[in-house]
């Protein structure tokens, strides 16, 4: 369940009644487009909804009589009636819930560019995300918040290769870890990203080349100093099949 104050009202008006219910607005959308079990992965209905109920007005909480949603639904089961709800009716956002709106996806988008976009005029390192939020607003670049963020980036990074300077790009790094760290520490920096390969050396370290959006290299880095107490050895790989590290 999601709390009132994060609800939007989805309704629907069909033989002379109105149906409406509170549901999450970005799972009301992906409901709409078909796309619910892909974006929100792991949740259910009752996960996107305030309340497992169906009104005739929710701001006053007035239900409509069972007989009409009998004659609308074939059920009178909520469960079954609040997807059809969202699907073939409308979502009433207000301003404030869109400014809101607006506001996640543009935090989102921010996200998926500082993760994953890099400065290649300076060395391919990461763009802070107060720098690509600052170029945004140079660029003039509205986000749509009826739109998920991960399909808005095309437009946002056309936006702003003319105000800085960024690609997406992935990064190898071989990471070596010695073996005082390496039992507990390979767990978590294998995790990070795709693992290419791994070695176990004589002396007891491990070796891992890890695969992963260029934009995250400082996080990796930290989480690699963190498991190691800074004694971790690291490098990015050009040749995947090199394991060296130094």
Do not use: C
């Not at 970005?26 to 619910?36: E, V, Y």
């Not at 609040?82 to 543009?106: C, F, L, N, S």
């Not at 498991?227 to 995947?240: L, Q």
């Amino acid at each position: 369940m999601i709390s009132l104050d994060d609800a939007v009202t989805a309704q629907l008006e069909s033989h002379g009644e109105r149906f409406e219910v509170l549901v999450d607005p970005d799972a009301a959308l992906a409901i709409k487009r078909g796309t619910f079990d892909e974006e929100f992965e792991g949740k259910e209905l009752e996960d996107v909804i305030a309340a497992e109920d169906v009104f005739e007005d929710a701001a006053s909480g007035d239900r409509p009589p069972e007989s009409a949603l009998e004659e609308v639904f074939g059920t009178t089961d909520p469960m079954e009636i609040i997807p059809q709800i969202i699907e073939r009716g409308e979502i009433q956002i207000t301003a404030e819930q869109r400014r809101e709106m607006q506001e996640q996806k543009r935090k989102r988008l921010i996200n998926i560019i500082a993760r994953n976009g890099i400065n290649p005029q300076q060395n391919d390192t990461p763009h802070p995300p107060e720098r690509i939020d600052r170029a945004l607003e140079e660029a003039g670049y509205t986000v749509d918040p009826m739109t998920p963020a991960q399909q808005q980036v095309d437009d946002a990074l056309d936006a702003l290769r003319p105000v800085i300077p960024i690609r997406f790009e992935e990064i190898t790094v071989a990471a070596q870890l010695p073996a005082d760290y390496a039992g507990s520490g390979q767990a978590k920096v294998r995790e990070f990203g795709d693992l290419e390969r791994e070695e176990w050396q004589s002396d007891g370290s491990w070796v891992g080349v890890v695969t992963f959006p260029a934009g995250m290299q400082n996080e990796f880095y930290e989480l690699v100093n963190e498991v190691s107490s800074g004694e971790a050895e690291t490098r990015v790989v050009k040749d995947k099949d090199e394991l060296a590290t130094r």
